[in-house]
């Protein structure tokens, strides 16, 4: 690669990222869905550590077991004594877009001579993993690329320097996310598989295998204290259909915008449009002599494809595994193309279409941020209201998305996770009840069992009903079997625009709906509005207290 087209390259790589950090800093608020309960679960790590808040401490405990999902909340737990959590948030954002991008080229150079291949690669940089609030999940993801970078040039040399450096590096990914070991240890069985087919050296293979699980028995062993935990149970099998169509299209790209749906279908069309042509180029030239890097990619990319089909559906009642693989699968088939030749015009159509699809994507969530900011600033603001030392139960009344022709605010997610950021300002607010994942062991710091929502305010165990819009609860049941009273009840949406998470259950939504607020108004009474309606703060009433 000549000088010119390396910083030419090195521009345009720094403008989506700077484009995409935009994202990140021209706005009050990041729509980062569960995010925010990140930060909240640093924020509680912080009191459980220094003991100074009996409501947070009679609420959560450090989950008993090796938790593979750590990583963001030791950033986030420095960054909160210094910054308000919606900084703190968008500093740890910052870090993923550029470590990700970064770790993309970086890969891409170590695998490819078409370094051009990077536009394509960025576009999955503002992906849904990211704006569904992944934040442990893509620092995962990008130590992965970083791991593969390294295996790929120096991991073939099996030595005793390298096995202490392996082991290191699983512990490390483990404790980061343990999709991103997951990933480092499908690309490296594929890599090795497509050795063992290029130097049909059994024995070789066999050796080689030994030393990559010495060197994995420490995370096995970890996983397996961590399996022991009750709640963690593979779930379900997503269908062929539904497998398959993300394989084809990168639904990954679908994130805050509608107009991401064509982003989806252009870039699906686009990469397997170019997956046609580089195949029907090695047919034309089917006597070329083979490149070892082409073929381990392509291995790479059949293994997660693989792994796409025939994985469950969740893991741990809270990871849904399909669209973490389904990035990883586009990466490594894009890294794949990056290995073929394509002609002078084709490289100069694929850099311009590459852009396109970058300032098409980037656009369409740069008109967006604006609708979903002002919810989210909404519910901050009211929930601000809520004084220090307080129980607080966060409710959505119903989903929030935006209707992008209309500007109508709709959007479910953003609802229950802002209240994490008025937890996370260390005036001992705890959230009682919709702590994102709270019941689950995916995070370092759950409920206990004795308060846990979901166990003593619903029947989530029957009817998942604290994830139906709005909930079936039971709030004096809940304060007389846990012994902890709930002194704000915030509700976040319309009742217009009211549905049910799961389509599949029929129940009647006014029935739902005037059950629940007949057990907020027995006992709290309304102590805030916001003036578009669309948050509510209950008090308990003095008696309740």
């Not at 550590?49 to 077991?65: G, P, S, W």
């Not at 699983?170 to 069985?189: N, R, W």
């Not at 609802?415 to 001992?428: K, L, N």
């Amino acid at each position: 690669m000549n000088a010119t087209n390396k910083k030419f390259e090195f521009a345009g790589l720094l403008l989506i990222v700077l484009f995409n950090l935009y994202l990140i800093w021209g706005f009050a608020y990041y729509v980062g869905s569960d995010g925010s309960s990140h930060i909240e679960n640093a924020a509680n790590i912080i009191h459980l550590l220094k003991n100074d808040c009996a409501n947070i401490t009679r609420l959560f405990h450090f989950t008993e077991a090796p938790v593979p999902n750590w990583i963001t909340h030791l950033i986030a737990m420095p960054l909160l004594q210094v910054f308000d959590p919606v900084i703190s948030e968008k500093i740890i954002i910052s870090i993923i877009i550029i470590s990700f991008s970064a770790g993309l080229y970086r890969l891409l150079r170590a695998v490819a001579t078409n370094t051009y291949f990077i536009f394509l690669l960025l576009l999955f940089v503002p992906n849904a993993m990211l704006s569904g609030g992944g934040y442990n999940f893509m620092f995962g993801l990008t130590l992965y690329l970083f791991a593969l970078t390294w295996w790929i040039k120096y991991g073939n040399v099996h030595n005793k320097r390298n096995f202490i450096k392996t082991t290191a590096l699983l512990i490390t990914l483990y404790f980061f996310h343990i999709f991103g070991l997951g990933a480092f240890c499908v690309s490296v069985a594929a890599l090795e598989f497509e050795k063992l087919l290029r130097e049909k050296n059994i024995t070789a293979f066999l050796k080689r295998s030994i030393y990559y699980v010495c060197a994995a028995l420490p995370v096995v062993f970890m996983f397996l204290i961590y399996l022991t935990l009750p709640k963690n149970k593979v779930e379900g099998v997503v269908g062929f259909y539904n497998r398959f169509s993300h394989l084809v299209f990168p639904a990954s790209l679908y994130t805050i915008s509608q107009n991401d749906y064509w982003v989806v279908m252009l870039g699906g069309i686009f990469i397997w449009g170019l997956v046609l042509i580089a195949l029907w180029s090695k047919l034309l030239h089917k006597n070329q002599e083979q490149n070892p890097k082409q073929n381990s990619m392509l291995w790479v990319t059949i293994f997660f494809a693989l792994a796409m089909m025939f994985t469950p559906a969740t893991f741990a009642g809270g990871w849904v595994i399909e669209p973490r693989i389904e990035l990883c699968f586009f990466i490594s088939l894009i890294l794949w193309l990056a290995t073929n030749h394509f002609s002078a015009p084709l490289k100069y159509f694929i850099i311009t279409a590459s852009i396109f699809l970058n300032i098409f994507c980037l656009y369409n969530k740069v008109v967006m941020m604006p609708v979903y900011n002002e919810v989210i600033n909404t519910i901050d603001d009211a929930n601000k209201r809520i004084p220090a030392n307080s129980n607080v139960f966060a409710v959505n009344i119903s989903p929030l998305t935006v209707n992008y022709n209309t500007g109508e605010v709709n959007y479910r997610a953003a609802i229950p996770d802002v209240t994490g950021y008025i937890t996370a300002r260390g005036q001992c607010v705890a959230e009682v009840a919709n702590y994102h994942e709270g019941e689950k062991n995916v995070f370092p710091v759950s409920y206990r069992d004795e308060v846990n929502q979901h166990i003593t305010l619903g029947h989530f165990r029957t009817i998942n009903s604290l994830m139906i819009v709005p909930p079936i609860v039971n709030i004096a049941n809940y304060e007389k079997t846990t012994g902890i009273k709930i002194d704000y009840i915030s509700i976040a949406g319309k009742r217009e625009n009211m549905y049910h998470y799961k389509p599949d259950e029929k129940f009647d939504e006014n029935e739902l709906y005037n059950n629940f607020m007949a057990e907020v108004n027995k006992g709290f009474s309304l102590f805030y509005e916001s003036p578009n309606h669309i948050v509510r703060i209950y008090k308990a009433k003095p008696s309740q207290q």
